[in-house]
């Protein structure tokens, strides 16, 4: 079992900076692969980042690509999303998840733990 609590949500202007932070508790998270997903209001959750075990690997949807820097510390046990020049666009409840046998990164149905959210508002 993992529980995975997501921080750093907040209120930015455009062109501003997020990091995301997501706390990882009762199993190792280097085990895990990671996602980032995000669900704006009244659209469905979307992929967003995805990370492998070690951090070697990124994935990152094309609206987010060069904006977004997804990252891992695992001796923190901790998954980070950074966040760059952000859009209003951008606004959503962002999500991280975590599966040890992912293989699929963008996919949610890969993954079997999932944080609670945390809302990104970002005003024009």
């Known amino acids: 079992q993992v529980r995975l609590v997501e921080s750093g949500g907040g209120l930015v202007h455009t062109g501003g900076s997020l990091t995301l932070s997501c706390a990882a508790s009762?199993?190792?998270?280097?085990?895990?692969?990671m996602g980032w997903f995000r669900q704006a209001p009244g659209k469905e959750r979307v992929f967003v980042a995805g990370i492998n075990r070690s951090g070697g690997r990124t994935y990152y949807a094309d609206f987010v690509k060069g904006r977004f820097t997804i990252s891992r510390d695992n001796a923190e046990n901790t998954g980070y999303l950074q966040m760059n020049n952000l859009k209003p666009e951008d606004t959503a409840v962002y999500y991280c998840?975590?599966?040890?046998?992912?293989?699929?990164?963008?996919?949610?149905?890969?993954?079997?733990?999932w944080g609670q959210g945390t809302q990104v508002t970002v005003s024009s």
């Open positions: 998840a975590a599966d040890p046998y992912a293989l699929e990164y963008s996919r949610q149905e890969a993954y079997g733990y």
């Open positions: 009762g199993r190792t998270l280097s085990n895990c692969v």
